[in-house]
T-cell receptor, first 114, second 113 residues
Framework: GAGVSQSPSNKVTEKGKDVELRCDPI?????LYWYRQSLGQGLEFLIY????????KSGLPSDRFSAERTGGSVSTLTIQRTQQEDSAVYLC????????????FGNGTRLTVT | DQQVKQNSPSLSVQEGRISILNCDYT??????FLWYKKYPAEGPTFLIS?????DKNEDGRFTVFLNKSAKHLSLHIVPSQPGDSAVYFC????????????FGKGTKLSVKP
């Protein structure tokens, strides 16, 4: 498939544990975005990559959240010492240019912190 | 402080009739607007967009209207089909938000057969 792939699709973790979420963007897409959607809320921007650098990480909610992208392709979002309020669907999207081109979203990772 | 607002959380329409989904924004620097559709357990998919230099963009059954003076845009679906039932998100970019596409909270559309 040529779409954005995210893994795992579901993750249940205990409060205080670290989790790592993975995103494989569409091949050739230079821009990569992480969003999250909490229950009953819209999509909340987390971080934006252009290539391997992150010109906008203003949406990361705390220093427990970090993300990296390697080889201009795969990205991982890491949440350390998870809290219950981190429970949400984490969505990754990619674009061949930037926001002026439509974003293509993956199906998301549903994170549940117990 | 929501910059993109979708004030109707849900909308129910009869098959064959017109669906009108509304969106308001507060940042006058936004210059590009998009609508995304989302089915349960799937990521949002791009539907249609409009640049601030236009006031209308049409693609098949979908038309987006932009009223810059009112900071308002709307998505018209006509005729509506049961397969259109989904959550629709309005999004905006520009105004120095280089990487930040701002989304509304979404409107759940139900099209009844």
């Amino acid at each position: 498939g040529a779409g954005v792939s995210q893994s795992p699709s579901n993750k249940v973790t205990e409060k205080g544990k670290d989790v790592e979420l993975r995103c494989d963007p569409i091949s050739g897409h230079t821009a990569l975005y992480w969003y999250r959607q909490s229950l009953g809320q819209g999509l909340e921007f987390l971080i934006y990559f252009q290539g391997n650098s992150a010109p906008d990480k203003s949406g990361l909610p705390s220093d427990r959240f970090s993300a990296e992208r390697t080889g201009g392709s795969v990205s991982t979002l890491t949440i350390q010492r998870t809290q219950q309020e981190d429970s949400a669907v984490y969505l990754c999207a990619s674009s061949y240019r930037d926001m002026s081109a439509p974003l293509h979203f993956g199906n998301g990772t549903r994170l549940t912190v117990t | 402080d929501q910059q993109v607002k979708q004030n109707s959380p849900s909308l129910s329409v009869q098959e064959g009739r017109i669906s009108i989904l509304n969106c308001d924004y507060t940042n006058s620097m936004f210059d590009y607007f998009l609508w995304y559709k989302k089915y349960p357990a799937e990521g949002p998919t791009f539907l249609i967009s409009i640049s601030s230099i236009k006031d209308k963009n049409e693609d098949g059954r979908f038309t987006v209207f932009l009223n810059k003076s009112a900071k308002h845009l709307s998505l018209h679906i006509v005729p509506s089909q049961p397969g259109d039932s989904a959550v629709y998100f309005c999004a905006a970019s520009g105004g120095g938000s280089q990487g930040n596409l701002i989304f509304g909270k979404g409107t759940k559309l139900s099209v009844k057969p």
